[in-house]
Every structure is written in C-alpha cells, then in structure tokens.
C-alpha cells in the first residue's frame, strides 16, 4: 500500500507522474464511486476546499471531518479511527499537529493515507509549488538548475519544499534565523533523497539570482504563544522589495499563505507583480487531483 506523508515517499520518477496527473486538463475517474475521509485536527481554507474539489473531479465524495466528531486519542485512539475509516472510504487525508499520528495511521490502514499538514511536512503544498514553478518556468522538465530561495522559518513547509524543488533539478537555498535553522534529522532527509540544500543565515546571501523567492508565516498554528519572540528573532527576514531586487529579474515570489503583511512578507511584494501566490493557490487542488489520481492507481 503506496502512502503520501512527504515528497520523498516517491521516487523522482514517480514524482514526476504525480506532477503530470496534476496539470492534465482531464481528471481520471480514480474515485468514481468512492468516498474519502479528510479529517482535520487543524482548520484550513486551502486544503479543506483544494481536497474536496480535487476527490469530486476524480468522481468521489469527500466527507470532512472535524476534530471534536472523532476526538484523536482523547475519544478514540487514532488506531481505532483509522481503521473505523478505512471500512467506508477508499482513501484518509488528515491534517494534524504530531506527525506521529500519521505513522500511526499507515500502520494500521488499508487504504492510502496522505498528509494534508504535519509539524513535520506538508508535501501537497510541496508538489502545488512545483506546479507553479513549471508554469512560470518553462515545464518540469526546465526546472533542472533554476534556483529558488527559502526566506523564514526552517519548518515543515521549507522541509517539503526542499524536497519537491531538490528532487526536480533545482537548486535549493535557505536561509534562517540562528536557532530556527532546519533540524539535523530534516537535512539528513533532504540529503537521502540526493538534494544538497545550501543553507544560510543571510536572506540576501540566498536570494541573490534566484528564480524563485518563497517565505511563510513565521509563527505557525500552535505557535501563537511564541509569535513575539520570533518576530525579534526574524528581525530582517522580511522578503520586501530591497530584498527581492536581489533576485534574477524574473523572479517570482511564493507564499503558502495565509500570510501576515508586514511581516514575513511586505504587502508591495505580495501584492505586486512578482507574486504568484492566487496561482500557487489554484495550484493546490490540481497537486492534490495529480497526488489522489497516482495512489488510486499505484495502490
């Protein structure tokens, strides 16, 4: 049973198919006649709406689930959720907190279990910037040695994202405040999956000819208590326009969003030509068609 929890769960092949799935005008009928379960520790207006549209055009019916319905480990345990789900649906979406819970999921899970969001990933999003990247920059195929610059937070979203842009040929920077740098077991990841990520404390160090500029909230959900520390210690990490005009001239600039103006990002630079964050968006549902059409297919 072929699972979904971060990019390098596929080959760079497979990859690939999974990134052709996703931009072909014509949805398979992978789902046809078929539910899936997207359960939601965390609230999300992109993935809950790019998930369900995505499981329609494949011929399903998504059913959404809310926490305080299923209650994980407080009410049931995930083992028991899980296995309660895999007897209606053809497929389990969860969006959580511990990245654990998903490793519990796939142990015990007969269908196909993908990672909406994790502290640990996000790969949907991942395979969304890739789309958008193909669009802006020629095709898949021409991604191989263009640049894209991570600005923020060494995250989830920069872990993924590292990932999905190494694994297509491109060169990867980031750059990160001291002490919130990527982990070491996330770079040895990266690195196993033939990605070498140069890693900086200087935005404008890793910005300089980019093709690509990316940046996201620089405290995430569940965080909330540490936003004003984090906003002393991302003191210059805002991507604004000084910092971009570092970037190749026909730089485009990505936000997984939702953003916060003024700080990660500036509202002239989010706002502004440069921005490809409405198609990076729209991108969601055709990664996540591409990504539910492949494991339909590779169960």
């Known amino acids: 049973m072929r699972h979904l929890l971060d990019v390098d769960d596929l080959s760079p092949a497979e990859l690939r198919q999974v990134l052709a799935f996703g931009a072909a ?3 398979p009928r992978a789902l046809e006649g078929h539910g899936m379960a997207l359960l939601f520790e965390k609230p999300s207006a992109r993935t809950r709406n790019s998930m369900e549209m995505a499981v329609v055009q494949l011929g399903g019916h998504p059913v959404t689930i809310r926490p305080d319905e299923v209650g994980l480990d407080t009410r049931e345990t995930v083992e028991d959720v899980t296995r309660t789900l895999c007897c209606y649906h053809a497929a389990i979406g969860a969006r959580v907190f511990e990245h654990a819970k998903l490793e519990r999921m796939v142990a015990v899970s007969s269908v196909p279990v993908v990672n909406l969001l994790s502290d640990d990933a996000h790969p949907l999003q991942a395979l969304a910037d890739v789309l958008t990247l193909a669009d802006e920059l020629g095709g898949v195929d021409d991604l191989a040695g ?5 600005v923020g937070d060494g995250n989830n979203v920069a872990r993924s994202l590292a990932l999905a842009a190494g694994m297509v ?3 990867v920077r ?3 405040p001291a002490g919130y740098e990527l982990s070491a077991a996330d770079l040895e990841r990266i690195r196993a999956a033939g990605v070498e990520p140069r890693c900086t404390h200087d935005p404008t160090e890793a910005v ?5 500029v990316y940046t996201d909230v620089w405290a995430s959900m569940g965080q909330e208590a540490e936003a004003s520390a984090r906003r002393e210690a991302f003191a210059g990490f805002t991507v604004d326009a000084a910092l971009m005009v570092g970037a190749a001239e026909k730089a485009v600039f990505l936000h997984c969003l939702p953003a916060h103006r003024g700080e990660e990002v500036s509202s002239e630079v989010l706002e502004g030509p440069q921005s490809r964050v409405w198609p990076q968006a729209a991108n969601r549902m055709h990664a996540a068609r ?3 059409a492949w494991l339909m297919e590779h169960r």
Not at 208 to 212: K, L, N, S, V
């Open 290 to 292: 591409g990504a539910l």
């Open 208 to 212: 300089e000819g980019a093709d690509a």
């Open 174 to 176: 980031i750059a990160t």
């Open 25 to 27: 005008p014509v949805a």
């Open 169 to 171: 040929g491109m060169d």
């Open 146 to 150: 263009r640049s894209i610059a991570y």
